[in-house]
């Protein structure tokens, strides 16, 4: 349920991203803002809220992170302005999220004995994942369009306070042993630079993405005339250099024998690499889809907001079939095999959005293209998150749980910064816009395609204790 309400906040926006932007007297690009905001904030703050579980306890904060996003969603529903809603949305339900989610997946693993059922469990929670971010629209919609998008936020509300009464369920025995210092500088630049970096995608649709269109203020200082570079390189290249340091850092207290927010031996597996790659590009994939559909649909076609999310509803059905199907396949088929068979599903599906699709179509045009993305993002998604969690034992699940759904969440940010931003930009062409920002999505399955295709085909072997190693 907490998965499934996190998801679905991420999603449902998008419908009434028209109804949003009339009431609070802005734009479509200041809600595209406050949904990418909300996806950073998860991505950014992941990390270091996975670390908390190891010293604040896994259920302690999953129901503190509960309590935090309830608090965003009320101050969202009574938003004024944009301001209030991004604090409420974009901040303290990012903040829930990023506390309360990684304890889900490493409860889900530490509980699951082998591959197969943790497939199965993985599978239930990756459904209702899939399941929130595929039906917001629709639920959504409904709400927007029967009361107000005010509504959608006291649901989220009223679901929360379901949650937290039965997490009084939950049996764990909580932090045992001496717990591990914060990582405060850690925490910091690696949230920074994953800020910077979607913050200066999100540049592209004022400044265009490699000349600036215009000159580029910092108070009264021109810092980038009009011509020169698009400031969108000059936020990436800072967010490097910040996830740079990031690295020198953890690497710095481990040979000092500190703690760091993560340990580095969690980079040195290639095939958990490859995994968290491409749970990157499946969230960039779904999300920036439902976005560049919700957007066009409205815009484009004139579509209300419940008539986007039915026209989405194919996505909803492909992603809950297949996840549900998730431990049937893992007895099936390995993980890896898995994952590719949903990429070229995937790319499948994004090819007919095109061949089919026009400005004067068929709602029922959208029908095939939809449900194989649905079908191809839900066979993917258990089986990744799969694919890494059981690579690592149960001391360094808080970490790899916590990066797991860092990069995952940075795909969601991404996916609604880049697919977003090229049809934002292009809609005085709207078919055109539509397209190229579809051919985007196709490039980066491709890459994830790619990324899968290295991986070995086998089935993933069960985590063990690793030797010591004096530098850990």
């Given at each position: 349920?907490a998965?499934f309400i996190c ?19 802005t734009?479509v690009s200041?809600v595209?803002v ?7 904030t ?5 990390i ?5 579980t190891d010293i604040?306890g896994r259920?302690?904060?999953?129901r ?10 009320t101050?969202a529903a009574a938003?004024p302005g944009?301001?209030?809603l991004?604090l409420?949305y974009s901040?303290l339900e990012g ?9 889900v ?11 197969t ?7 239930a929670i990756s459904?209702?994942?899939g399941?929130?971010?595929a039906?917001?629209p ?7 369009t ?12 009223l ?5 937290i ?6 049996v764990?025995?909580?932090?045992q ?13 690696s949230?920074?630079g994953?800020?910077f970096?979607?913050?200066?995608i999100?540049q592209a649709?004022?400044?265009?993405w490699?000349?600036?269109t215009?000159?580029f203020?910092?108070g ?12 969108v390189w ?10 740079v340091?990031?690295?020198?850092h953890i690497?710095?207290?481990e ?9 580095t031996?969690l980079f040195?597996n290639r095939v ?13 994939v779904?999300?920036?889809?439902s976005?560049v559909?919700?957007?066009y649909?409205q815009t484009?076609r004139?579509?209300t907001?419940?008539e986007?999310g039915?026209i989405l509803?194919?996505?909803?059905i492909?992603?809950?079939l297949?996840s ?11 993980q890896p ?19 089919l699709?026009?400005?004067t179509s068929?709602?029922?045009t ?10 191809g ?10 694919v ?14 916590g990066?797991s ?18 049809i934002v930009a292009?809609l005085?062409?709207?078919?055109a816009g539509?397209?190229?920002a579809?051919?985007v999505?196709?490039v ?9 295709m290295?991986m070995p085909a086998?089935?993933v072997?069960?985590?063990?204790e ?5 530098t850990?």
């Open positions: 349920m998965q998801s679905y906040a991420a999603s449902n926006m998008n419908v009434a991203i028209s109804d949003i932007a009339a009431d609070l007297g734009t200041g595209q406050t949904i990418t905001v909300f996806t950073l998860m991505a950014a703050l992941m270091p809220g996975s670390k908390l604040l259920t302690y904060l999953f503190r992170g509960l309590i935090i996003y309830g608090v965003g969603a101050l938003s944009l301001g209030i991004i409420g901040l903040i829930g999220t990023a506390l309360l989610i990684p304890p997946y490493i409860l889900a693993t530490i509980f699951s004995p082998d591959l059922s943790r497939a199965r469990n993985f599978g459904a209702a994942g399941i929130g971010a039906t917001g629709l639920v959504g919609g409904i709400i927007t029967g009361i107000s998008w005010r509504a959608a936020f006291l649901v989220q509300t679901v929360v306070i379901i949650i009464i039965m997490s009084r369920r939950i764990d025995p909580g932090v042993g001496k717990k591990p210092r914060f990582d405060t500088v850690g925490a910091i630049l949230a920074a994953l800020f970096i979607v913050i200066g999100l649709s004022t400044y265009g490699f000349r600036a215009q000159d203020v910092i009264n200082t021109v810092v980038i005339p009009q011509g020169g570079i698009s400031p000059l936020f990436v290249f800072i967010g490097m250099l910040l996830l340091g990031f690295f020198w690497r710095s207290r040979r000092s024998g500190k703690e760091p927010l993560l340990h031996r040195r958990a690499n490859l995994g968290l790659i491409t749970q990157n590009i499946q969230w960039l779904l999300l920036g889809l976005f559909i919700s957007v649909v484009v004139g579509a907001a419940i986007t039915l509803t194919p996505t909803t492909g992603v809950l297949s549900l199907a998730a431990g049937r396949l893992a007895q099936r088929r390995s095999i898995l994952i590719r068979v949903g990429f070229v599903v995937t790319v499948a599906g994004v090819f007919l959005l095109l061949a699709v026009r400005e068929s709602v029922f959208f029908v095939p293209g939809l449900f194989l993305v649905g079908v993002v839900g066979v993917m998604l258990t089986s990744s998150v799969n890494v969690q059981s690579l690592f034992p149960e001391k360094d699940q808080g970490e790899i749980s990066l759904r860092a990069v995952s969440n940075l795909g969601s940010s991404l996916g609604v910064a880049i697919a977003g931003t090229v292009s005085a062409v709207p078919n539509y397209a190229l579809l051919i999505l196709v980066f399955a491709v890459i994830g395609l790619a990324a899968a290295l086998g089935l072997p069960e985590a063990r690793p030797e010591p190693n004096p850990d």
